[in-house]
């Protein structure tokens, strides 16, 4: 380490931006160090992708369990400042030395004057889609993502809100805050913060499976992507975990599922997805134990001592695994009031199963806002997206901006587990970067 | 017993919940406003197999209709094994009421995870309906505890 | 002294209040003939989370001198802390105060007020008798060392000596064998994305001996180990004696080994036959430059063979795959002519570089084949295509990838260390996702391939993950604070039966023989209560979880 750290306006805290589990792993071992903490996160709540999972692979564990805990820990610690609904627009500055400007959008409701109790939500006239439950349930123009989000506080969506799109004079849900909560006068917010170093956890979103329109999504209801069938299966989501098709109160008897998809678009094998599909096998036949169930795969993934078990267990399941060297070609039509698929077996022919239900497993892909934020963090990508780490070396979450690091899925695809080690990794080099202090 | 002192019946139930899933589950359900029998009292224990023989018969001695013990579903226990032990102690508590002369279904053992709040209420109601058909506990040696 | 407790019950706006007679509990409890030994104040406010409720309960705790509290509001899950915090301000030992939830478990889920009211009621005499069982709890705050041990020095062990060792740090870095660099520095070269050679580990191996804060023993191995977090007692033992280490940490970092063939049902071959493993494949070229068949020509077919050994260990080992194509561009730079023909059994290639090395390779006129199923008998080989149809053929030399498997010492070190080990013979994490690094010992950090099969980037990765935790928790000059609410043993009612040892998945319990009792480490334990009941004499007590606490409850709830 060289000296020039050790200057005298030399700042100790750290900006996180992204608060699914890698940023808030990083964010606590930090916190627990001393650190100052601003965890920036996008959405009106913390917690990443893996709360749309009602359970993990491959213990299949409660999902809520595991991350709730960690939530609470993130949300209760006094070296934590969480800034949800927020964004960074500007990091200026080098390692040590760094001025962040982040700007909080305007929430209508006060963090510290409500009380989650959610009676605003039934006075509001205005319902529409739940883009955080896949479109797959309703919300309100005020509202929580889901039932159980943290913070527990709700937020006005201000392009549906009629009092602030302008249609219409309403204070419904003011009025019926007896809290004084909502604010519907609130206004964007921005903050400029000191900081040391900088930890980018943004996740990632799986491949739009629009992109191939012979797979049907977008066409057929009865198609969906891996988190919409994570959503249709959570307990406590749209459906309450009953497993109908969409727009329907139709239980699937026969579903297939399609691994790989994106897979040659994008280039790579996102880890995730065997895994995943797996799972998703294994829930239907817990919900549904008369369900056919057929898994379209080529290659199976299953990189980690404990994932052959759980695919032993699928596969024992009598779910039906069907290789095809190339699932992702296959074509999914109209079948009378069902679906058909059509893939390649491995003979190389043509070959079809009936399903009333597909779910197309994804790959994993960079998240759409991770170019905006590599411009204004001053970041280099790598060719497929992700954020550059350790460019001449091998194992490092160093990124091309000395003083940044990168963690979990932002980094490329990964599970929970390599997501929490990048994430405790990122927190000890960024104790490394801030000094001497430690070591 | 006739009917109509069975339908009077308020039973006494008391659930042990565990701190990190089932109490979890418990505010969940709270929060979305379900109609939950106030049959069952909550005691939050760090984990379920904090729950020992000792607490359970105390418990029924004392004139506890039913005892719910819940904690997190298998492998998920915040204390890794736990729950596996509560599973245990429970089968064996199980043989121990009956010799008492206690029905055996007046306990029970079950998983509800932090995101299952509607099955918080279902597990929570039915089973009150289940001991209130099976009317006042037998034992009631009621001691100062 | 005569007890004063201070009941304050909460609005929560109209949450509460407006399910739950809140005047009627104000009447009703200091009414009650069970109070008249004690000092009852019984309030409401409107909200006592917010700010201005927070500064009233201190104001009152402070003003009236209250020996309990008794908060009827929340979720313990919600406000626990926020009041903890009020109390923390008084004199008032937080671990005489509790929250009761007459929110979430009378107004919210009882829509009859006058029964959510009843309760209410029952619920807040359950915790006003509670309270007054508990006991106060102080915290302790301990010295550290922040020295760290590290066994193994294979690039996981490098790694994180390398993160840790600074001034204010020693590492102790114990290797079993000659040198350090483990496996890695017998191989040819590294993945096309780790560099030239094995030059990024050699710097690695370099760094470390450049480093004044880390002292490596050769040769050596771990004798003896005691303590806990932040103050462990090792002893290594080295070819000439032993030397005694204090450290706050350990990391476990032992490596792997590689299943042997020939314990497969589905391959034989003997000595002189051409097949090789692939680590063999690694150090031929490494020392000769060139993989040659036994009669000393190039091979001009060679068959890889994926997963030897897979079924049998019931897991895939992650990292073949990708280094099986390494081998095969080996081979197809030495001479293009050489035919090769992967037989794998699904490619498992989850890093994003991976694909367009394979694909790559294709290009280079590598065979992939896909396989059900494969015997090999010496350098002949018969297969199961995925379409069912059977097929054989001989190769001049055959290369197998052998199932990677937990190093020889695994087993005895979990002995020493007293963690766990999984059912796949690696050391057990403390948490499959979200606490990998972890063992059931705090303190006790397990990396690289000792943790599961891996390669050197997830290696690193692990590596500096343990350092990450280790970085801070573990801060010169600083001290830690265990849990409070942990399990103890009294002493004169343990009959030293032992049976609670083994239930502690953390190891907080010992057995003094000398005194012929448990004894439980309040570090260590974190308070699940999962050994208490075990104890068939009643000696254990797991403190603000005692039974006389928990009966106070159950009363209430059954009177
Ligand atoms: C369908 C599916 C199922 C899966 N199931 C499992 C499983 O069962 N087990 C398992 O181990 N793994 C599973 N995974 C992988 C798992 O989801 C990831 O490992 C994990 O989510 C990675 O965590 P993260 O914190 O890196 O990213 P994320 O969970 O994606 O969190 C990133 C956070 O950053 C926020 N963010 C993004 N951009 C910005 C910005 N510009 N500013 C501020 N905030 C931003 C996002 O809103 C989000 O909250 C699954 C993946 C998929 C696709
Ligand atoms: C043929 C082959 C090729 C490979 N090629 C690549 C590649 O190109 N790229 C890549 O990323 N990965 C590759 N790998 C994987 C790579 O070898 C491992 O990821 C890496 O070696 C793991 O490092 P480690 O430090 O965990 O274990 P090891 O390298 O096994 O090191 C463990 C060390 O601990 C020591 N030790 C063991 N027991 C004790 C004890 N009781 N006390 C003290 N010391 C002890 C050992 O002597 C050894 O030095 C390959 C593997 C194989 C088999
Ligand atoms: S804004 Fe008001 S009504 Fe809505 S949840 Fe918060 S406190 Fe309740
Ligand atoms: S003011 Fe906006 S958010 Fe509030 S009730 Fe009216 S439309 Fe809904
Ligand atoms: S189980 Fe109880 S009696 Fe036996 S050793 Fe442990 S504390 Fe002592
Ligand atoms: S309370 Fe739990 S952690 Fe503590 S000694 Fe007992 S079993 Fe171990
Ligand atoms: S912590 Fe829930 S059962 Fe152990």
Redesign the pocket.
């Known amino acids: 380490m060289t000296e020039d750290y050790i200057t005298m306006n030399r700042s100790d805290n750290v900006l996180i931006?992204?608060?699914?589990?890698?940023?808030m792993k990083a964010g606590l071992l930090l916190a627990h160090a001393g650190k100052k903490v601003y965890l920036?996160?996008?959405?009106p709540l913390?917690?990443?992708?893996?709360i749309k999972?009602e359970?993990?692979?491959p213990n299949l564990e409660c999902s809520t369990c595991m991350v709730a805990p960690v939530q609470q820990d993130v949300l209760q610690n006094p070296n934590i400042e969480t800034l949800t609904h927020?964004?960074?627009e500007k990091i200026e500055g080098e390692a040590g030395n760094f001025r962040a400007v982040i700007k909080k959008s305007a929430r209508y409701v006060s963090m510290t004057d409500c009380i989650g109790c959610g009676m605003c939500f039934d006075p509001c006239p205005v319902s529409l889609k739940n883009a955080w439950e896949e479109d797959l349930g309703e919300r309100k123009a005020i509202y929580v993502p889901c039932a159980g989000a943290l913070p527990n506080v709700p937020v006005i969506d201000p392009d549906q809100c009629l009092q602030l799109n302008g249609q219409q004079e309403c204070s419904a849900c003011a009025d019926s805050c007896m809290f004084g909560a909502i604010k519907l006068d609130d206004k964007d917010e921005t903050i400029e913060v000191d900081i040391g170093a900088v930890i980018i956890?943004?996740?990632?979103e799986?491949f739009d499976a629009s992109k191939l329109p012979e797979l049907g999504y977008g066409k057929y209801p009865g198609v969906y992507t891996?988190?919409e069938f994570?959503r249709l299966f959570a307990s406590n989501g749209p459906t309450l975990g009953e497993l109908t098709i969409r727009d329907s109160e139709k239980t699937p008897g026969k579903i297939a599922i399609i691994h790989c998809v994106g897979r040659q678009q994008v280039g790579y094998c996102s880890s995730?997805c065997c895994?995943?599909s797996l799972?998703f096998a294994h829930f239907i036949k817990s919900k549904l134990p008369d369900a056919e169930i057929f898994n379209i795969h080529s290659d199976i993934c299953l990189p980690d001592k404990n994932y052959q078990k759980f695919f032993n267990k699928v596969k024992e399941s009598d779910t039906t695994l069907i290789y095809s060297p190339s699932p992702e070609e296959s074509k999914v039509s109209q079948n009378g009031s069902g679906l058909k698929v059509v893939y390649t077996g491995a003979d190389g022919k043509e070959q079809h199963v009936e399903a009333d239900m597909v779910i197309l497993s994804g790959a994993?892909i960079p998240?759409p806002?991770g170019s905006?934020?590599a411009t204004i963090a001053g970041l280099n990508l790598d060719s497929y997206g992700f954020f550059e780490a350790g460019k001449d070396d091998i194992g490092s979450v160093h990124t091309s901006r000395e003083g940044v690091f990168v963690?979990?899925?932002?980094e490329g695809p990964?599970?929970?587990?390599?997501?929490v080690i990048q994430a405790e990794s990122a927190a000890g080099q960024v104790m490394i970067c801030l000094g001497e202090v430690n070591r | 017993m006739d009917k109509k002192v069975k339908k009077e019946f308020d039973p006494k139930i008391v659930g042990f919940l565990c701190n990190w899933c089932t109490y979890a589950a418990a505010d969940l359900a709270g929060s979305s406003k379900m109609e939950i029998s106030p049959a069952l009292s909550v005691v939050r224990v760090m984990c379920s197999s904090r729950v020992d023989h000792n607490l359970v018969l105390t418990t029924f001695f004392n004139g506890a209709d039913g005892i719910l013990i819940a904690g997190c579903h298998p492998g998920d226990c915040h204390y890794g094994e736990g729950n596996y032990y509560a599973r245990r102690r429970y089968a064996l508590l199980k043989k121990v009421t009956e010799s008492l002369g206690l029905e055996s279904e007046r306990l029970q053992l079950t998983w509800i995870s932090a995101s299952e709040g509607n099955r918080y209420a279902e597990v929570v109601n039915s089973f009150t309906e289940k001991i209130a058909k099976l009317g006042p506990s037998p034992i009631n040696c009621r001691s100062d505890l | 002294m005569k007890a004063k407790v201070g009941v304050y019950v909460c609005e929560c706006g109209p949450n509460i209040a407006s399910k739950v007679d809140l005047d009627r509990i104000l009447e009703t409890l200091p009414a009650l003939d069970e109070y008249r030994e004690i000092e009852l104040v019984v309030k409401k406010y409107g909200l006592l989370c917010s700010a201005d409720g927070k500064n009233y309960l201190e104001e009152e705790i402070k003003s009236n001198g209250f020996t309990h509290l008794v908060l009827g509001a929340c979720s313990p899950r919600d406000h626990n802390k926020t009041f903890i915090g009020v109390c923390k301000k008084t004199d008032l030992n937080p671990y005489l105060y509790k929250i009761i939830n007459i929110r979430e478990h009378c107004a919210w889920i009882i829509p009859d007020k006058e029964k959510a009211t009843e309760k209410a009621i029952s619920y807040l005499r359950g915790g006003i008798n509670r309270v007054l069982y508990q006991s106060s709890l102080f915290e302790k705050q301990l010295d550290i060392d922040p020295d760290v041990v590290v066994i193994g020095g294979g690039i996981a062990g490098i790694e994180t000596a390398l993160s840790l060792a600074g001034e204010k740090r020693n590492i102790y870095l114990i290797e079993k064998s000659g040198k350090i660099g483990g496996k890695s520095s017998r191989f040819s070269s590294l993945l096309p994305r780790q560099g030239k050679g094995l030059a990024l580990i050699e710097e690695k191996i370099e760094k470390v001996s450049a480093n004044p804060f880390i002292k490596v023993f050769l040769e050596s191995s771990l004798e003896s180990i005691i303590g806990f977090l932040g103050n462990f007692e090792i002893v290594v033992k080295s070819k000439n004696g032993n030397t005694d280490i204090k450290a706050g940490a350990i990391v476990v970092a032992s490596g792997y080994g590689l299943i042997d063939p020939l314990s497969s049902e589905s391959h034989s071959y003997s000595e002189s036959d051409d097949v090789y493993t692939s680590l063999e494949i690694e150090e031929m070229l490494k020392e000769h430059g060139k993989i040659m068949t036994k009669s000393g020509k190039e091979p001009a077919s060679v068959a890889l063979v994926h997963c030897v050994g897979r079924e049998e260990k019931g897991y895939c080992s992650r990292i073949c795959c990708n280094y099986m194509i390494k081998i095969a561009r080996y081979l197809k730079d030495q001479s293009d002519a050489i035919k090769v023909t992967e037989f794998h059994k699904g490619l498992c290639m989850p890093d994003k570089g991976d694909q367009s090395f394979h694909k790559a390779m294709a290009e280079r006129g590598v065979e992939f084949r896909r396989i059900q199923k494969i015997t090999q008998d010496g350098t002949k080989i018969s297969f199961t295509g995925m379409d069912g149809s059977p097929g054989n053929a001989d190769f001049d030399m055959v290369i197998l990838a052998p199932a990677i498997v937990p190093s020889e010492d695994t087993d005895s070190l979990a002995e020493l260390l007293e963690i766990p080990v999984s059912e796949t013979g690696f050391f057990q994490e403390m948490h499959q996702?979200t606490d990998p690094v972890a063992t059931s010992i705090d303190g006790i950090f397990v990396v690289g391939a000792a943790h599961s099969p891996k390669g050197i980037t997830d290696s690193i990765f692990f590596a500096q993950a343990a350092a990450g935790r280790i970085l801070t928790h573990l801060i010169p000059g600083e001290k830690i604070v265990p849990e409070v609410k942990v399990t103890e043993v009294l002493e004169a009612f343990c009959t030293g039966c032992q049976n609670c040892l083994d239930v502690c998945v953390y190891g907080a319990i010992s057995y003094d023989e000398s005194k012929g009792v448990s004894v439980v480490n309040e570090v260590v334990c974190r308070g699940c209560g999962n050994c208490f009941g075990s104890c068939p004499s009643g000696a254990l007590r797991t403190k603000h979880f005692t039974n006389p606490q928990l009966y106070q409850e159950v009363r209430e709830a059954i009177r």
């Open positions: 931006i992204g608060a699914g589990l890698a940023g920036v996160e996008s959405l913390i917690g990443g992708k893996v999972n359970e993990s692979f927020s964004a960074v956890s943004t996740g990632a799986t891996p988190f994570e995730v895994m995943y799972k994993v998240h806002e905006s934020v963690a979990g899925s932002a990964k599970d929970i587990q390599s997501s | 996702t």
